[in-house]
């Protein structure tokens, strides 16, 4: 092995095939290397190490795997390469007249990382993709202690001329690392050999349609560097590449409105052209931009001479969006067949068939039945329906969400309150690789129990009538017996409950449960970091189930230790945001396996947006209602407005958006059409945002 030193950084590189196999920064106590432990992650293939990569022509892969060191010394080292077919290493007329030459050098507090591509031959060289794998630590571990101390977040950004990954330490405490791209364009990025929930696969960060002249070369740098929180990661792009730092308030905002960033760092930059309208920000100057269209709307932002580009979202109005979203599930999303069990239960949709979605149809074509059943995360769809009948009181809406009530009472809840799989019951326990039915409890889910919960308050809060209540009641018995009180599900607002009971003067029930919220709530701020496996290791939606937990009985209580113990949690749940100018990135949590175990096109890869970030702007939406804190408004409607793009004007939604755009070899960055549990993202609109929509509502009808 290679070793490169100096004060700041200590890297390691194969003396073999050049790839780099540690980084450490030399400030960090831990001694995280930033870099996957290539012998304990068995994902990553020998040939996809760091700084390895491909080339592609048309339908032609060539590859650069074994490099012959002709340079190294304790602070540079350079490694020498030929591409060669993917499918043909042997043979000289399938290799490419090219040559690869990594250089890496120590230079003060940045490690400096050089690819030159020199085309050998006498005739153009035009390549349709150029990828460099490019993977940080991002897995999810079984986590012990101190654990996510040594895992990264990974937030990419490719934008052309401005691209990078800002790596965020799982556990928030800095130094955090970044890589910034400041020669070569880098326009895609690629995730390959992922298939597990628990590690974010192999990122490939991909240049386009790149020519090489005969005789010259193309050279792509990438620069390594430190920083302590997301200001000095700006000032440091910056600083290194010329691009100004831009602040915004949110990138998706309902047509008409303004939306406006602010110029914290000038740099390099030029002029920024959205259509026909051209702006010269200077520093310190806010700029407001009206968006005035539906859709996509991209900005190009000039800058040293480069270009890279911004992207908003133009929202339809929001009252007709939900209107829409509640008649295309009362119409299309709920069985109406008498005979059958599921007659008033909502069911996926897939678009593109222009059918409901049951398992009968899809046994042994998909790999995860339970999760395209006629329950568990489906129960969004009544939550919302519920929760939106404030807004628009409608016979019709009334009568479905009777009908779909009567559905889960007689099949989903259980005579003892356990909260069934599926109306199926325990005969689906074949869909979890058991043969015998018996082996598996198919109320096993604590999950299910919460979702059921919040469909019940809804219907309560609408009706006032204590059925749904005692209801209520029965199910959180049933879980508090049946799960510790560290069990990760999330969805229920217990302040809602308790303050339900008390209305209705069911006071030995408002203090038992209290005591049961309590006793949780204490069990969280305990666990501190130590989060015990659920359906994926560690990920957002379990981080903000806990802080959303935590806050809501702070504010059931004003128990000031509950309170504290939110806060550390709320740290780590900003870990997963990220702040790339895409509407779709931008203050959204990360999330990356929910496309395979949810979408139609069974996708792995980061789902940006994904409904379940919604929960994040939930807890933002607490704290800030609790604090205060502006800010906190503003990060939780950036990302509810984002989710909104999942919804289409007809009614018709989308289960989230795939941003690689390949996954495993497989075409990305799209929409998958499956209309699945996405519907939680408006039911976590209308907690934080009701209100407010109530009050445009009513200015419209005046």
Known sequence: ????????????????????????????????????????????????????????????????????????????????YRLDRASSFEDAEERLDLTLTVQRRLVGETVEETFIFTNNGDTYVNLDELGIYSTFYDAYPVIRQGALAYRAHMHIWTGGDLSY???????????????????????EYQVENKQSSNQRGIIALT????????????????IFFPYADERYFHHQVTKYSGYPHLAFDRLAAPVGENVRFDVKEQGAMEKLVIGERVYYPQENEAISITLDKVGLIEGKIHFNGKQSVIRWYGIPDVGKLLEKRAAFIVSKQQLRSEGD?????????????????????????????????????????????????????????????????RFIKTYIIGEDYRIWDSCFGQSTAKYYGTSESETKDMAFRGFNYFFVCAFLMKMYRLTKD?????????????????????????????????????????????????????DKAYAFVRMGEQYEPSEVNYEQSTVAGVVMYLLDVYRLTGDRFIREGALKHLALLECFDGCQ??????????????????????????????????????????????????????????????????????????????????????????????????????????????????????????
């Open 165 to 187: 990954i800002r790596c965020i330490r799982m556990n928030a405490k800095g130094p955090h690392l970044a890589m910034l791209t400041v020669e070569g364009r880098v326009e």
């Open 341 to 405: 069990m599921r007659d008033g239960a909502f069911l996926p949709y897939d678009q593109e068939a222009d059918r409901i979605v049951k398992v009968e149809d899809i046994e042994g074509l998909w790999g995860s039945i339970p999760d395209r059943n006629d329950a568990r995360e489906r129960l969004g769809m009544g939550a919302f329906l519920a929760a939106y009948y404030r807004l628009n009181p409608s016979a019709k809406n009334m009568e479905a969400l009777s009908c779909y009530y």
């Open 466 to 518: 204590p059925l749904y209540l005692q209801d209520t009641v029965g199910v959180l018995a049933a879980y508090f017996d049946k799960f510790a009180l560290a069990d990760l599900s999330f969805g229920l607002n217990p302040n809602e409950v308790v303050q339900a009971l008390k209305e209705e003067r069911l006071d030995q029930e408002a203090e038992r449960l209290t005591r049961s919220f309590v």
């Open 207 to 222: 240049g386009k349609r790149i020519r090489i002249a005969g005789g010259h070369s193309y050279r792509v740098k990438r």
């Open 581 to 702: 100018p895409d509407f779709r990135m931008y203050g959204v949590g990360l999330r990356h396996w929910d496309g395979y175990w949810f979408g139609k096109y069974e996708l792995w890869g980061d789902t940006l947006p994904h409904q379940w970030s919604t929960l994040s702007a939930y807890a933002y939406y607490r704290y800030y209602q609790i604090t205060a804190d502006r800010t906190y408004y503003d990060k939780a409607l950036r990302c509810l407005y984002a989710n909104l793009c999942l919804f289409r004007e007809t009614g018709a939604a989308d289960y989230a958006f795939i941003y690689p755009h390949k996954v495993n070899g497989r075409p990305g960055h799209l929409f998958d059409p499956i209309s699945n549990d996405q519907d939680w993202a408006l039911y976590f609109l209308l907690e934080c945002l009701e209100d407010r929509l109530l009050l445009t509502d009513s200015e419209e009808s005046s």
């Open 1 to 80: 092995m290679l070793q490169l030193e100096n004060s700041h950084f200590h890297l390691v590189c194969s003396d073999q095939d050049g790839s780099m196999r540690s980084l450490v920064l030399k400030a960090d106590k831990r001694g995280m290397n930033w870099l996957p432990d290539t012998d304990a992650e068995r994902w990553i293939p020998a040939g996809k190490r760091w700084g390895l990569g491909f080339a592609t022509i048309a339908d032609r892969k060539y590859v650069w795997r074994t490099g012959r060191q002709v340079h190294g010394n304790s602070d540079a080292s350079t490694f020498e």
